[in-house]
Structure formats: C-alpha cells, structure tokens
C-alpha cells in the first residue's frame, strides 16, 4: 500500500463560495445557520464509493486478510457506516475472494496528563489487547490539526496490530496542522468550521445531511 499522495486528494480551494443553502434542504431549525452547502450528501456518497473501492482492493491485493474496522465516534459514524456498507458491496460482488470485516465503536477523551504523554484516552473498548496482530483501519470524520489522530496512533500502536490505517472524511488545510497524513482521505477542505453529516458543533448538525460551514447566527444560537 502506498502512502498518500496529497497531491492527489480532492481538494476543495479556498475561494469555493459552496452552493446557497435555500437550493438544498436544510431542516428549518438550521435555518440561517450555515453559510453555504460546501459538500452535498450526494457528492459525500460518490466520493465514498472510490475510498470504498481503494480500500478493498488494498486489503484484497494485499492476501485478503481480515479488516478490523475501528469507527471513532460520534462523528465518525456516517462516514464509517457508508464506506463499510460500500466495502461489503465489493465483497459480495466478488466470487474469487473477499476481505471478512469486523467493527468496533470508540470515543476519545483527551486528559490534561495525557496531554504531556501524548495519548488519549479510548472508551468503548474494554481490552485493547484484541487488537494484537490485527490489521486495523482507523475511521475518523476529520483531521485538524491532526494531533488527536497522532495521539490516539500512539496508544493503539502500542497493543501491537500487525497494521494500523487510517481512512478520514475531511482534512482541514490549516497552518496549524502537525503535518500528519491519513492513508485515505475524503476531501481536503479549507480552514472553515464545518457540520452536518454527523460533524457536530456542540452537539447539533449532526442531523444535517450535507456538510456546511457554520454562520455566525449559528455559531451564536448553539454556544454553550
Ligand atoms: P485535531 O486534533 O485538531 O485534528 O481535531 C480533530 C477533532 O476536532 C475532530 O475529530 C473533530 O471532533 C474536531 N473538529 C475539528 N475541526 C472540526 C470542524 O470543522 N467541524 C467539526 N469538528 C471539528
């Protein structure tokens, strides 16, 4: 498997304005909240199809061995349920072969300790140890700044996969990022706060179908 070349992600530029939010349907109690439909859910599906596809063929060239597919939650699961409804789609449609799948569901709790050794804390999953000599596939719905991603790699790692990759939605173009790269990434997007598709901003959005970027009115109506 190759590493990803960023030149060859799908990147979104800055100056994308995205579509006017009152040509797609937005739930009335978002009204006003967004600023534009940066990606429609239409274009998440087709885009998640060929991730789907790169994925299979990864694991299916590489002795087809068995996937354990790890979806962070909340945001991620979407994401993690599409992709893995369209890896089992290739796997059904092949009759010399297939990639057996299995899944579990974490949420990460960042602690000021952990911020200094540089782990987080994974809940949902009682004994990491299972993940021994498995081929793991991280599931994630964005990467910032990417320190969380590079944390939680350092945690898991230590359980000893035989592999780890990691497969996002979006990767946010920011000069704060660490430099970390997914092995898959969905699209590149610009510096901009975005919800929907299960993204959350304090909770809400995550009932929005497509992704948007947040508006001020938004932003102010959903503080906490
Ligand atoms: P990082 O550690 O800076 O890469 O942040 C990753 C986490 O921050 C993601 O898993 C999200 O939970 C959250 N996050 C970062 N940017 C956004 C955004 O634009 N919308 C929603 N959540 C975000």
Redesign the pocket.
Known sequence: MASLDLDRVLKISDDCEGFPTDLFCVPKHYEGCVSNVLITHGTIQDRIEKLARDIFYDFYNQGKEPLHAIC?LK??YKFFSDLLDKVNGLNSNHNDGSVPISVDFIR?KSYENTESSGEVNIIGLDNLDCLQGKNVLIV????????????LLNTINKYNPKSVKVACL?R?R?P?S?G?IPDYVGFE?PD????GYA???NEYFRDLLHICV?SKQGIDKFKV
């Open positions: 962070v945001g991620g990460l994630e719905d964005i990467i910032d700044t990417g320190k969380t991603m590079n944390k979006l946010k920011t704060l660490s970390y997007i901009k706060f975005v919800v993204l959350d901003y947040i």
